[in-house]
């Protein structure tokens, strides 16, 4: 026994040092990857960099596209991509506002906006942190329709809030929205460290956390239905409560809206060699672990957060890990306050669902289609003949994201998902959390989210009070 604690000891002190040397090395190639990018820079980005081998079926009247033709080859394109670029250079905010502080709270309280917190249990005894951006004391309370948030992989929901008054979450309440953000377990802290506490993974976070969430806001609000805003693993985990409709949650949501939806990979996740090495890497336990995935980021988060030092490199790793930008995000003030509130403590078994490249476990990247059918509609089983009762979809699908395979999603609805009300946007310059961050995400994103919003209890009254 003493012997097998000793070497058990001893296997995660050397993967501790492989671990941190590999982060060592990872971070010193983002340096690299930014400072060459930045100062050698000969062309402006026109963002036409995608390499998706899935070309967009262009039959359906329900696809919204920005442009259709080839970014390079026109001149429209490449006067919005700079007209956006000139409108962040003019862009500047307040001394109170470009300070880095790590609470949501401080920024809208700037704006008079109070943001409450609930800690609420799963079915599975994990604890998630809800934010909610408290109602006007003025207003008769069930007045606004109700709106979860959830956050993609490595973030909190602060994401949909960082950017403050030029926030999604800050326009949907200014529109008379209840907005409430949903963090999946474990967020920022954690309550245990043996194996079976870690033991989860997407399945998990879509039948007990979003399940649980949903329910926590209905309760609160005392509405029958809301509306999901998902984005990237967000919209993973809701289409995957969808599709098994647990705990029959078809019916619990009027809307379900999609910011870079994430059902099958992008080529990045093939082509990066350091994802391809982290593929290989995190399918053996003996240089990962069973527990949390790479603890070093969260010892250096609490040490760091706050500090501009801190976001920039959060911001150059992601950068070169995932192929995407700060041009849109408003400047470095901005793009520094939206990495206040990642990344977040994350499971081994969550990045082995993402990553795994063992061909007898579907993973994300490994055989998805065995998770997310292609050749079969996912709402043809609930309320047949009656597409209206299923949620009202909008999905928003950056072209520029290599990622995640946005067009192999696209084509799937436009052949196969005829049991539900759909509409989809194709935005021609935007990237995996430009949705989120872009400085005319609110014109892009947000309006056309609010102009295609249903709501069926409110037609229900109108009829109601027609009769």
């Excluded at 490595?154 to 030029?166: D, P, R, V």
């Excluded at 474990?186 to 949903?214: C, H, P, Q, R, S």
């Excluded at 289409?239 to 009027?254: R, S």
């Excluded at 082509?271 to 090495?277: W, Y």
Aim: include cysteine; aromatic fraction near 14%; charge should be negative.
């Amino acid at each position: 026994m003493v012997v097998e604690t000793l070497l058990e000891t001893a296997r995660r002190a050397v993967c501790g040092i492989l671990l941190d040397s590999f982060m060592g090395v990872v971070l010193l190639l983002s340096l690299v990857h930014h400072f060459t990018t930045t100062f050698f820079e000969t062309e402006p980005d026109y963002r036409d960099t995608r390499s998706s081998k899935t070309k967009i079926l262009h039959s359906s009247h329900r696809i919204i596209h920005d442009d259709t033709a080839n970014n390079n080859a026109d001149p429209a394109s490449k006067k919005c991509y700079q007209d956006i670029k000139e409108t962040n250079k003019r862009n500047t905010i307040d001394e109170l506002e470009s300070r880095l502080v790590p609470s949501l709270n401080y920024y809208f309280g700037l704006h008079d906006v109070e943001i409450e917190e609930f800690k609420i249990k799963t079915e599975d005894n994990y604890t998630l942190d809800v934010w909610h951006l408290k109602n006007p004391a003025n207003e008769t309370p069930g007045q606004r329709k109700p709106m979860l948030m959830i956050h993609g992989l490595l973030q909190s929901s602060g994401a949909f809030a960082s950017g403050s008054k030029n926030s999604l979450a800050y326009y949907f309440y200014s529109q008379g929205y209840d907005i409430w953000m949903g963090n999946n377990r474990i967020g920022f802290n954690t309550e245990a460290n043996d194996d079976e506490y870690w033991d989860w993974d997407i399945n998990e976070m879509a039948k007990y956390d979003l399940i649980t969430m949903v329910e926590f806001v209905k309760c609160k609000t005392q509405f029958p239905k809301i509306t999901l805003i998902g984005h990237s693993q967000g919209t993973t985990q809701i289409f995957l409560a969808l599709i098994n409709n647990y705990n029959d949650v078809i019916n619990d949501i009027e809307n379900f809206v999609a910011l870079a939806p994430a059902t099958y990979p992008g080529p990045l996740l093939f082509d990066s060699i350091v994802i391809n090495l982290l593929s290989k890497g995190v399918e053996n336990k003996y240089i990962f672990g069973n527990k949390c995935f790479l603890r070093i980021m969260m010892i250096v988060r609490n040490i760091c957060v706050g500090r501009a030092f801190f976001s920039f490199i959060c911001y150059a790793i992601f950068n070169y890990l995932f192929d995407w930008n700060d041009t849109l995000w408003g400047g470095p003030n901005l793009r520094n306050r939206h990495f206040l509130f990642s990344p977040v403590y994350v499971s081994v078994k969550l990045m082995r669902w993402w990553l795994g490249s063992d061909p007898s476990k579907p993973s994300f990247k490994n055989k998805p289609e065995n998770i997310f059918p292609e050749d079969s509609g996912w709402f043809d089983q609930y309320n047949p003949g009656n597409k209206g009762a299923n949620p009202n979809v909008l999905l928003f699908v950056p072209k520029q994201d290599r990622l995640v395979d946005g067009e192999r999603l696209i084509n799937h609805f436009v052949k196969h998902e005829n049991n539900v009300d759909y509409k989809i946007w194709y935005i021609n310059e935007y990237s995996h959390l430009d949705v989120l961050w872009a400085t005319d995400a609110i014109e892009r994103v947000g309006k056309p989210i609010a102009e295609n919003l249903k709501f069926t209890v409110e037609r229900e009254v109108v009829e109601a009070d027609a009769a």
